[in-house]
């Protein structure tokens, strides 16, 4: 017997408050004293999706519109740090950054459209925490920090450990994302980051990033991390261990495949079965590591 | 709450909830219906609006988050007397069939050909990807938008 | 007929522009009233079960809440939606939808109130404290007969399977011997038409007068007031539906929707004006879907290619209600089948059966789409079994010109039979080959050094269109100089302003400066059968032609008596008319009194345009998608009016039609959720997915049936995409021996096809 019928859902926004800070603290303040029930918003283009479907109903929205000091893209020594205001567009149009961080740009390129990356910010994305999201895995894949403040104070967590499961993270509900830091990336690095959506700009149904350095012609260091095919971006250490410090041999990068298809178990669901992801994954990977053993350091382009 | 929105070069203010969104509030408040909605959860880009200088679905948008921010809606590139060069060009190239994502893409056009009047198909295509059409199968519109460059090149060239 | 060809012909610039371009069109959410109440629908969840309550007393609570209607308030007889097209009714009747749930829910998205509030958000925050309660049934989900079904959707008649109709034709011979049988089971997937606009209405009640007046109608406004009067029990002539700008149609807005009676009842019970817009998650489960079907199709021929028979059956997933065009695709794809084809036996027939889906109905193309899917797929199987090459195939077995009219089948229950009207299908076909280059493409087979399996196909297609009984036109000069022009056709988007102006100017010798076009409300004209397969051309051009005559007449009548000259002496020079005595007088000075035309153009007999596509893909192995390298049609329409409209409509067919083969999936769960409910799971094509296609159009073979010698042609873009795209797949992944049965060729799927098959 069905009860309470949730039929087609409303698509106008539900009832909420709306305030919008001229301090980190006000902003704090704010979520801290609605006890759980307040969400930030930014660029909103990750939120207002799920307040349009009525998937969140808060009781007040914090805009960070106001918050100075979260907007900036800074690249020194130590690496990269983007504030959490810092939209897609802005990540685009660096040439600096392009340099400095190339994965980034290079992922963001695969966000969705032109007219969602002129609000999407990074702080949204991380902290939607979609599994099928580029950035969060990112962040992953680089060992990226994500920089927090709340009531207790600030606070920093790997990224690695910042993604509990789908759209749940490890920040409470009194707690912001200020920024997220990238440690420097060499000259020479390879790299490359992969993703196959059904249509451009659509979620993935899976992807990958990878990176290694190269010493005595074999890889080292390497890192792989693959998404949308989780409850969260994932690291796949058997698939690192399968290529650090061996040369990329076609059966080094067919062993790293395999390790890679194994590492991961996607659910069924009405976009692929879970047999075709990994099958992507296993592909995806490879044809990165196979271009990357003909040319230097450029990242492909979308597998089609 | 009280809104104030520089909209089409006049400043509007607008006593609006929270919850309307910018896309709602141009529509039934400004009475500006140009900007049409259809999928209202930031997919097919017909609710495009250009805020600060930026093509933005106006549907993903909270009205109050406009405010003191300049809003451009497809009312605002358009005249009575004649059409723009870009819709002249839509109109040649067979670009509108029932009209409805139209001014949504006009929008993209105009903030595109304004930042990068040299933009080749790629680029045009790329950013066309965000609407969604059903009628015309997009290849007259991209067409259109790249025949409506060397209006905007001579426009950008005449700037003082 | 001999009409000088000044706008017809020509690639005119559309009128309808001038007003779209600005973002001055006016949709349905544009209109507003004063003193307008929101309609929102609370729909069922739940895909099958006995509604045993629907408690509405917490939602009536609400603020800005004016009420909230239930089956209750509708009463009984509970009124149904009739199936509009060759309806048996003693059939058919059990199937209909009532226009709310009553006792029953038999889909996800069937009506179960509505919530009549002061704004649309105080409206859909009332939806949420309605409580419903329902017995949960098994779903029906397949519509394959299985004996015994999970359940049975209609205890009256005991069956899931509606009616069954049979196309037939030949002698009914079932023997062939020593020749080639091949026989198939294909399935095609549940798709909808997905317009940019969604549905919306504002009905308005004149409580003094008595009269309804409907805003939002859309493709068949007269047939809509006509079903509407009878639901609701007012008399025609106190129903206007007035049609404003529409956002796309494609076959499926336009139709009788439980919404269509609702929102005029609300607003006839609350006396104020009523508004109701759909969202898209409702609109996916509430507008019609359409294209399912699930065929076991066998193909006869001589082993030398020369075809035979076509025979088998196809069951049809209507849904969970017989809605007013759900038998129209399925009769289609029986029917027409054969396509261009020579095939002298055929015997194809097609039940319908009811699932707890979303209720079917007209989509762009209906059944032959479908149709042309499973029948070329054939072809190409039994030319490869053959050893026959796929072109020769083709070219040996289309009807040719001197055949014609060539009679197809015929189907019924009631009877109905077709005759192909005229063309020459050998030669577009030759031209396709041309254009396309088959020569060069077909030899690139197989594995390339991309790493993608390319491969070619062409298939050759039929469009029937210009549907009868009538079409009304009415032309009123006006004393400002300017012609109205009355059709009773609808605008769904496809340019019927300009198409009608351009004939219009030319039938009676004027420029098109002078013409307006008012389409589509009820108020124009006395009677009409809007735009639906592709009549608008045919049917309200002809009419347009006839009441042009008309207007002259009364024109020479007229300017006789004014000049006092013989209406014999008259020549009509633009929008004057002179006398050879040096005397003249403009039509709108003598438009002071009444001076119009009327004409009615009626017939029976479709048009059929005609043409070849043909497409090159290649297939990436390890993602499954298929990308389209180049996609071509040629098609002749007959007689080309507006050749930027018509391949503008052509072009959007074929984006749509690769859509539907490739993207486009309306899935359901075993219990009858559908799993689709936004833009991220519903696929439509986007600019970057098909950039690579190209059309060409002849209008040489004009058709004998109507004045104009035009075709219908906004839907052949489509008919034959499914077919060449699935042939030009199975081509590039010959050497994995997979065989494509089933729509859509989404890349997970094309993925299990090389790497898991079964």
Known sequence: MAGQSEGAKPMKLPKFDYACPATIEQAVALLAGADGTARPISGGQSLMPMLAFRLLQPSLLVDLRHVPGLATITINNDGVHLGAKVRWCDIETSAALKVAHPILTAAVRYIAHHQIRTRGTIGGSIAHADPAAEMPCVAVLCDAEIEIVGSAGKRKIPATSFFKGPLMTALQPDELITGIRFLAWPAGRRWAFEEFARRRGDFALAGIGVFFDVRDDKATNVHIAAFGVGDTPLRLANAEAALNNRPLTDAVIKGCCQAAREAVDPRDNTHGSSAYRRGLVDYLLGESLRRLTVNSSKACANAH | ?160 | MNKVNSFIGAPIERVEDLRLLRGKGTFIDDVERDGMAHAVILRSNVAHGILRNVNTSAARQMPGVLAVLTARDIGTPMPTIPLRHMTIPDVVRPYEQPVIAATKVRYVGEPLAVVLAETHEEAEDALENIQVEIDMLPAVISCRAFQPPPAILFEATGTNCAITYYAKRGSGQTDFPDCYVRRERFTTNRHTAAPMELRGLLAEWDDGNGRLTVNGAAKVPFTTRRILSKLIGLPIEAIDMIEFDVGGGFGARGEFFPEDFLIPFAARLLKRPVKWTEDFREHLMATNHSREYDGDIELVCKRDGTLLALRGHVFADIGAYLRSTANVGPRNIAQFMSGPYRIAEIDIDVSLMMTNKSPTGTYRGPGRFEGDYMRERLLDLAAQDLGIDRVEFRRRNLVTADEMPYQVSSIRPPEVSAYLDSGNYLETLTHCLKEFDWETKSKRQGLQEDGRYWGVAIGCFIEGGGSGPLENARMVVGTDGTISVYVGSANVGQGVETVMAQISADSLGVDMERIRIFHGSTTYLPDGYGSSHSRATVMAGSAITLAADELKKAVRKAAALRLNCAETEVVLRGTTAQTPYGTSVAWSELAVEELAGFGTFKHKKNTYAYGSQAAQVAVNPGTGHVEVIDYISTEDVGRIVNPLTLKGQIIGAMVQGLGGTLLEHLDYAEDGQLLVGSHAEYLIPSASDFPNLRVFVKGEYPSPNNPLGVKGAGEGGLICTAAVISNAVASALSEFGVSPTSLPLSAPRVWEMIHQPR
């Open chain 2, 1 to 160: 709450m009280r809104t104030d929105v520089e909209l089409n070069g006049k400043i509007f203010s607008f006593e609006v909830e929270p919850r309307t969104t910018l896309a709602d509030c141009l529509r039934y408040n400004a009475k500006l219906t140009g900007t049409h909605v259809s999928c209202a959860h930031g997919f097919c880009g017909a609710c495009t609006v250009i805020v600060d200088g930026q093509p933005v679905r106006s549907c993903l948008m909270l009205a109050v988050q406009a405010n003191q921010s300049s809003v451009l809606t497809i009312e605002g590139i358009s005249n009575d007397d004649d059409l723009t060069p870009l819709q002249k060009s839509f109109r040649k190239c067979h670009a509108v069939q029932c009209g409805f994502c139209s001014p949504g893409i006009l929008m993209s056009a105009h903030a595109l050909l304004t930042s990068e009047p040299d933009a080749d198909e790629d680029r045009v295509r790329e950013v066309v990807s965000g609407h969604l059409c059903r009628c015309t199968g997009y290849i007259p519109i991209v067409q259109a938008i790249l025949e409506a460059r060397p209006a905007y090149k001579k426009q950008r060239s005449e700037l003082p």
